[in-house]
């Protein structure tokens, strides 16, 4: 299983990116998607996950502002990502959990992207 993931960059305080993850290979089920993201000295954080029935999951610092979103069909998760602030500059993982629900811990099978960078200047 490969995971493909895209639309890192650079932006302004307040502006607004949008990540894109596709899934790829010989796929029998997914459970949970979602992004984590890790900063300099930081432990790995999970941001926002969404389960295969749509419920979704955030973590209190990115509510409210980013929102993800997944295509079943595809195999495909998506982070909108708006009022972005300096604080959410990381390295963001594109995250596929087969069989089990994603977790802060990041326990049990998980398939991982291989990240894309993601600067907020103020």
């Known amino acids: 299983v490969q995971l493909q993931a895209s639309g890192g960059g650079l932006v302004q305080a307040g502006g607004s990116l949008r990540l894109s993850c596709a899934a790829s290979?010989?796929?029998?089920?997914?459970?949970?998607m979602g992004w984590y993201r890790q900063a300099p000295g930081k432990q790995r954080e999970l941001v926002a996950a969404?389960?295969?029935?749509?419920?979704?999951n955030y973590a209190d610092s990115v509510k409210g502002r980013f929102t993800i979103s997944r295509d079943n069909a595809k195999n495909t998760v998506t982070l909108q990502m708006n009022s972005l602030k300096p604080e959410d500059t990381a390295v963001y993982y594109c995250?596929?959990?087969?069989?089990?629900?994603?977790?802060?811990?990041?326990?049990?099978?998980?398939?991982w992207g291989q990240g894309t960078l993601v600067t907020v200047s103020s």
């Open positions: 995250a596929v959990a087969p069989t089990r629900r994603l977790t802060p811990q990041a326990m049990g099978v998980i398939w």
């Open positions: 290979g010989s796929i029998f089920s997914i459970n949970d």
């Open positions: 969404i389960t295969s029935g749509g419920s979704t």
